[in-house]
């Protein structure tokens, strides 16, 4: 996360926290979300929603919670991303990705050598494509050891 990011989190909180106590009750809590579009929904249960915040169970969110928990749905949303990047390579919809896949995708700019590079690159398994679970690993930063599948 960038400062920007950390800096609108705590802007959050504090416009939440309409007490100016330090910490977020549950009808603060169901104040502010009533005029979002949460509030709106009638499939959120706001209670609920403040029950999983408020990690101590204290009756009332700490920063320290309110920062875990948007943390938490910015890796949730991180992860939607990887899994819809995912799905696009995945043209066949098989649930992995091939060097077919790759070849439609990426076009024919890139020759054999190259994609069988891509591949050996996430193929952690070694079976020649990459899964769900492979692709994510890649995403993070993770290298299988890069020699081709024989």
């Known amino acids: 996360?960038?400062?920007?990011?950390?800096?609108?989190?705590?802007?959050?909180?504090?416009?939440?926290?309409?007490?100016?106590?330090?910490?977020?009750?549950?009808?603060?809590?169901?104040?502010?979300?009533?005029?979002?579009?949460?509030?709106?929904?009638?499939?959120?249960?706001?209670?609920?929603?403040?029950?999983?915040?408020?990690l101590d169970q204290t009756g009332a969110i700490k920063y320290s919670e309110f920062l875990a928990a948007c943390l938490q749905e910015s890796l949730y949303l991180e992860d939607d991303r990887v899994v819809d990047a995912f799905n696009k390579l995945d043209v066949d919809h098989s649930g992995q990705i091939t060097r077919s896949n790759l070849k439609a995708v990426l076009g024919k700019d890139l020759d054999d050598e190259a994609i069988n590079r891509?591949?050996?690159?996430?193929?952690?398994?070694?079976?020649?494509?990459?899964?769900?679970?492979?692709?994510?690993?890649?995403?993070?930063?993770?290298?299988?050891?890069?020699?081709?599948?024989k």
């Open 1 to 54: 996360m960038t400062d920007t990011d950390v800096d609108a989190m705590k802007t959050a909180f504090e416009e939440m926290d309409i007490k100016k106590n330090g910490v977020v009750d549950l009808d603060e809590f169901r104040q502010v979300l009533s005029k979002s579009k949460y509030g709106q929904n009638s499939s959120v249960d706001i209670d609920t929603l403040f029950a999983d915040v408020d």
């Open 118 to 149: 891509i591949i050996a690159e996430a193929d952690f398994h070694k079976d020649g494509v990459i899964n769900l679970d492979e692709f994510r690993r890649c995403m993070r930063g993770e290298k299988a050891d890069g020699n081709p599948v």
